[in-house]
Protein backbone atom coordinates (compact mmCIF):
# COMPACT_ATOMS: atom_id res chain seq x y z
CA UNK A 1 0.00 0.00 0.00
CA UNK A 2 1.33 3.40 -0.70
CA UNK A 3 0.82 6.34 1.47
CA UNK A 4 1.95 9.64 2.01
CA UNK A 5 3.11 11.97 4.73
CA UNK A 6 4.47 15.57 5.25
CA UNK A 7 8.40 15.19 5.60
CA UNK A 8 9.02 19.11 6.17
CA UNK A 9 6.42 21.80 5.27
CA UNK A 10 7.12 22.09 0.98
CA UNK A 11 7.94 18.67 0.96
CA UNK A 12 5.69 15.64 0.86
CA UNK A 13 6.80 12.01 0.67
CA UNK A 14 4.97 9.27 -1.24
CA UNK A 15 6.20 5.99 0.47
CA UNK A 16 5.54 1.85 0.07
CA UNK A 17 6.80 -0.92 2.15
CA UNK A 18 8.17 -3.31 -0.43
CA UNK A 19 8.20 -6.88 1.13
CA UNK A 20 11.87 -9.44 0.67
CA UNK A 21 10.71 -12.26 1.88
CA UNK A 22 12.55 -13.64 5.05
CA UNK A 23 14.11 -9.95 5.47
CA UNK A 24 11.52 -7.45 5.94
CA UNK A 25 10.44 -4.67 4.21
CA UNK A 26 12.56 -1.42 2.36
CA UNK A 27 10.76 1.53 2.21
CA UNK A 28 10.20 3.16 -1.82
CA UNK A 29 9.99 6.44 -1.34
CA UNK A 30 9.24 9.70 -4.43
CA UNK A 31 9.17 13.14 -2.71
CA UNK A 32 6.98 16.02 -4.06
CA UNK A 33 8.61 19.49 -3.97
CA UNK A 34 6.02 22.24 -4.28
CA UNK A 35 6.73 25.42 -5.45
CA UNK A 36 6.96 27.73 -7.96
CA UNK A 37 8.09 24.84 -10.36
CA UNK A 38 6.87 21.70 -8.42
CA UNK A 39 9.80 18.67 -8.72
CA UNK A 40 8.48 15.23 -8.53
CA UNK A 41 12.26 13.36 -7.17
CA UNK A 42 11.60 9.90 -8.34
CA UNK A 43 8.42 8.09 -9.48
CA UNK A 44 7.84 4.60 -7.82
CA UNK A 45 8.24 1.49 -8.64
CA UNK A 46 6.93 -0.31 -12.26
CA UNK A 47 4.81 -2.83 -10.31
CA UNK A 48 2.98 -0.11 -7.84
CA UNK A 49 2.14 2.31 -11.03
CA UNK A 50 -1.14 3.08 -11.32
CA UNK A 51 -1.77 3.00 -7.15
CA UNK A 52 1.33 5.46 -7.50
CA UNK A 53 0.29 7.56 -9.99
CA UNK A 54 -3.78 7.70 -7.48
CA UNK A 55 -1.85 8.08 -4.58
CA UNK A 56 0.47 11.39 -6.54
CA UNK A 57 -2.67 12.99 -7.56
CA UNK A 58 -4.00 13.79 -3.72
CA UNK A 59 -0.33 15.48 -3.01
CA UNK A 60 -0.35 17.44 -6.59
CA UNK A 61 -1.89 17.73 -9.76
CA UNK A 62 0.20 15.82 -11.98
CA UNK A 63 -0.38 18.69 -14.09
CA UNK A 64 1.49 21.70 -12.57
CA UNK A 65 4.60 19.29 -12.15
CA UNK A 66 7.35 20.72 -14.05
CA UNK A 67 10.15 18.25 -13.35
CA UNK A 68 11.12 15.32 -12.38
CA UNK A 69 14.32 14.52 -10.84
CA UNK A 70 15.46 11.18 -11.46
CA UNK A 71 17.93 9.83 -9.05
CA UNK A 72 18.57 6.89 -11.04
CA UNK A 73 17.15 4.01 -13.44
CA UNK A 74 16.44 1.21 -11.26
CA UNK A 75 12.84 -0.04 -11.46
CA UNK A 76 12.05 1.14 -8.15
CA UNK A 77 12.45 4.87 -9.46
CA UNK A 78 11.27 4.93 -12.87
CA UNK A 79 7.11 3.34 -12.52
CA UNK A 80 5.25 6.16 -13.53
CA UNK A 81 8.23 8.36 -15.51
CA UNK A 82 6.34 7.89 -18.96
CA UNK A 83 2.67 8.16 -17.92
CA UNK A 84 3.68 11.54 -15.75
CA UNK A 85 5.29 12.65 -19.19
CA UNK A 86 2.55 11.37 -21.25
CA UNK A 87 0.07 13.29 -18.95
CA UNK A 88 1.90 16.46 -18.75
CA UNK A 89 3.49 17.62 -21.65
CA UNK A 90 5.90 20.88 -20.41
CA UNK A 91 7.46 18.34 -18.03
CA UNK A 92 10.97 17.27 -18.04
CA UNK A 93 13.09 14.82 -16.63
CA UNK A 94 16.43 15.92 -14.97
CA UNK A 95 18.82 12.83 -15.23
CA UNK A 96 22.24 12.13 -16.51
CA UNK A 97 23.71 11.70 -20.22
CA UNK A 98 24.28 7.76 -18.55
CA UNK A 99 20.50 8.07 -17.30
CA UNK A 100 18.99 8.58 -21.07
CA UNK A 101 21.24 5.97 -22.06
CA UNK A 102 20.45 3.68 -19.79
CA UNK A 103 16.72 4.24 -20.41
CA UNK A 104 17.08 4.45 -24.15
CA UNK A 105 17.66 0.35 -23.75
CA UNK A 106 13.77 -0.38 -22.53
CA UNK A 107 11.65 2.59 -22.94
CA UNK A 108 13.47 5.77 -23.92
CA UNK A 109 12.94 9.68 -22.94
CA UNK A 110 12.70 11.83 -25.58
CA UNK A 111 15.59 13.88 -25.61
CA UNK A 112 13.29 17.23 -25.95
CA UNK A 113 12.05 16.15 -22.32
CA UNK A 114 15.62 15.97 -20.77
CA UNK A 115 17.38 18.28 -18.73
CA UNK A 116 21.40 17.02 -17.69
CA UNK A 117 22.57 17.73 -14.93
CA UNK A 118 25.82 15.91 -13.55
CA UNK A 119 26.63 15.93 -10.13
CA UNK A 120 28.31 19.45 -8.97
CA UNK A 121 26.03 21.43 -10.96
CA UNK A 122 23.49 23.39 -9.87
CA UNK A 123 20.02 23.38 -10.72
CA UNK A 124 17.09 26.46 -10.14
CA UNK A 125 13.60 24.98 -9.86
CA UNK A 126 11.15 28.15 -8.60
CA UNK A 127 12.96 29.34 -5.63
CA UNK A 128 15.04 26.02 -4.80
CA UNK A 129 18.76 25.44 -5.96
CA UNK A 130 19.04 22.01 -5.70
CA UNK A 131 23.03 21.05 -6.17
CA UNK A 132 23.76 17.56 -7.36
CA UNK A 133 25.80 15.30 -5.97
CA UNK A 134 26.97 11.44 -6.08
CA UNK A 135 26.26 10.10 -2.82
CA UNK A 136 28.74 7.92 -0.67
CA UNK A 137 26.66 4.65 -1.48
CA UNK A 138 25.01 3.86 -4.72
CA UNK A 139 23.69 0.95 -6.49
CA UNK A 140 23.85 2.24 -10.42
CA UNK A 141 26.45 4.50 -11.74
CA UNK A 142 23.51 6.75 -13.00
CA UNK A 143 22.81 7.41 -9.22
CA UNK A 144 22.47 11.73 -8.66
CA UNK A 145 20.95 13.00 -5.50
CA UNK A 146 20.82 16.49 -4.20
CA UNK A 147 21.11 19.43 -1.88
CA UNK A 148 17.82 21.65 -1.75
CA UNK A 149 19.33 25.42 -0.70
CA UNK A 150 15.28 26.03 0.71
CA UNK A 151 15.15 23.30 2.81
CA UNK A 152 18.25 22.45 3.91
CA UNK A 153 17.30 18.75 3.40
CA UNK A 154 19.47 16.18 1.20
CA UNK A 155 18.14 13.80 -1.06
CA UNK A 156 20.42 10.78 -1.06
CA UNK A 157 18.70 8.43 -3.47
CA UNK A 158 19.40 4.93 -2.39
CA UNK A 159 22.62 6.09 -0.22
CA UNK A 160 21.49 5.70 3.92
CA UNK A 161 18.50 2.86 2.77
CA UNK A 162 17.62 0.62 5.81
CA UNK A 163 15.29 -3.28 5.58
CA UNK A 164 13.41 -2.89 8.49
CA UNK A 165 11.03 -5.70 10.13
CA UNK A 166 8.29 -2.60 9.77
CA UNK A 167 8.37 0.67 8.48
CA UNK A 168 7.14 3.85 10.89
CA UNK A 169 6.85 7.15 9.55
CA UNK A 170 9.80 8.81 11.14
CA UNK A 171 13.46 6.97 11.26
CA UNK A 172 13.31 8.40 14.82
CA UNK A 173 11.03 5.81 15.78
CA UNK A 174 13.32 3.05 15.16
CA UNK A 175 15.96 1.61 17.50
CA UNK A 176 19.40 2.65 16.84
CA UNK A 177 19.80 -1.14 16.86
CA UNK A 178 17.01 -1.89 14.08
CA UNK A 179 18.49 1.60 12.54
CA UNK A 180 21.89 0.37 12.23
CA UNK A 181 21.23 -2.97 11.13
CA UNK A 182 18.88 -2.49 8.55
CA UNK A 183 21.05 0.09 7.22
CA UNK A 184 24.07 -2.38 7.36
CA UNK A 185 22.19 -5.34 6.00
CA UNK A 186 20.54 -2.65 3.05
CA UNK A 187 24.20 -1.36 1.85
CA UNK A 188 25.88 -4.88 1.90
CA UNK A 189 22.95 -5.49 -0.32
CA UNK A 190 22.48 -2.44 -2.73
CA UNK A 191 26.23 -1.14 -2.76
CA UNK A 192 28.38 -4.44 -2.17
CA UNK A 193 31.44 -3.16 -3.31
CA UNK A 194 31.54 -0.99 -0.13
CA UNK A 195 33.46 -4.62 0.77
CA UNK A 196 36.60 -3.02 -1.44
CA UNK A 197 36.56 0.24 -0.49
CA UNK A 198 39.32 1.64 2.12
CA UNK A 199 37.60 2.96 5.13
CA UNK A 200 39.34 6.27 5.29
CA UNK A 201 38.05 7.07 1.18
CA UNK A 202 34.83 6.30 2.70
CA UNK A 203 35.37 8.63 5.67
CA UNK A 204 36.06 11.31 3.43
CA UNK A 205 32.97 10.72 1.42
CA UNK A 206 31.07 10.62 4.37
CA UNK A 207 32.55 13.86 5.52
CA UNK A 208 31.24 15.54 2.54
CA UNK A 209 28.09 14.72 3.64
CA UNK A 210 28.50 16.37 6.84
CA UNK A 211 30.37 19.52 5.81
CA UNK A 212 26.61 20.03 3.84
CA UNK A 213 25.14 20.16 7.30
CA UNK A 214 21.52 18.53 5.90
CA UNK A 215 18.51 19.75 8.03
CA UNK A 216 17.23 16.43 6.75
CA UNK A 217 18.28 13.16 5.15
CA UNK A 218 15.97 11.81 2.98
CA UNK A 219 16.49 8.34 1.25
CA UNK A 220 14.79 6.43 -1.78
CA UNK A 221 15.04 4.06 1.27
CA UNK A 222 14.09 5.05 4.58
CA UNK A 223 11.63 6.80 6.58
CA UNK A 224 12.97 11.15 6.58
CA UNK A 225 15.63 11.70 9.08
CA UNK A 226 16.00 15.10 10.71
CA UNK A 227 19.74 16.14 11.11
CA UNK A 228 20.27 14.81 14.52
CA UNK A 229 19.97 11.44 13.18
CA UNK A 230 23.01 12.58 10.70
CA UNK A 231 25.91 11.14 13.07
CA UNK A 232 24.45 7.78 13.21
CA UNK A 233 23.29 7.37 9.59
CA UNK A 234 27.10 8.35 8.40
CA UNK A 235 28.42 5.95 11.32
CA UNK A 236 26.36 3.21 10.15
CA UNK A 237 27.52 3.28 6.55
CA UNK A 238 31.45 3.75 7.59
CA UNK A 239 31.21 0.44 9.24
CA UNK A 240 29.62 -1.16 5.93
CA UNK A 241 33.53 -2.28 4.62
CA UNK A 242 34.32 -4.46 7.51
CA UNK A 243 30.90 -5.87 7.50
CA UNK A 244 30.06 -9.36 6.65
CA UNK A 245 29.11 -9.57 3.13
CA UNK A 246 25.35 -10.42 2.02
CA UNK A 247 24.71 -13.69 0.42
CA UNK A 248 21.22 -14.63 -1.02
CA UNK A 249 19.36 -17.34 -0.19
CA UNK A 250 20.67 -20.21 -2.76
CA UNK A 251 18.36 -23.07 -4.77
CA UNK A 252 18.00 -25.51 -1.94
CA UNK A 253 16.22 -22.61 0.10
CA UNK A 254 14.11 -21.69 -2.74
CA UNK A 255 13.01 -25.38 -3.28
CA UNK A 256 12.33 -25.00 0.64
CA UNK A 257 10.18 -22.14 0.39
CA UNK A 258 8.23 -23.79 -2.67
CA UNK A 259 7.62 -26.88 -1.06
CA UNK A 260 5.99 -24.88 1.90
CA UNK A 261 4.21 -22.69 -0.13
CA UNK A 262 2.82 -25.41 -2.84
CA UNK A 263 3.22 -28.89 -0.66
CA UNK A 264 3.61 -31.51 -3.14
CA UNK A 265 4.89 -29.61 -5.77
CA UNK A 266 8.73 -29.97 -5.26
CA UNK A 267 10.64 -33.26 -4.17
FE1 LIG B 1 18.95 1.62 -6.91
FE1 LIG C 1 16.35 2.27 -5.06
Known amino acids: MITTYTAIPGIDVITSAFPIPGFGFVPINAYVMHGPEPVLVDTGSVIES???????????????????????????????????????????????????????????????????????????????????????????????????????????????????????????????????????????????????????????ELDAIRRLDPTMILSSHLPAAPATMLEQLLDSLQSVPAAVPFVGPDQSALEHLLASMTPGVMS
Open 50 to 204: EEFLAVLRTVIDPADLRWIWLTHSDFDHIGSLHALLAENPRLRVITTFLGVGVMSLASPIPLDRVHLLNPGERFTAGHRSLTALRPPAFDNPVTTGFHDSESGALFSADCFGALLQAVPERATDLSDDELRQGQVLWATIDSPWLHKVDPAMLAG
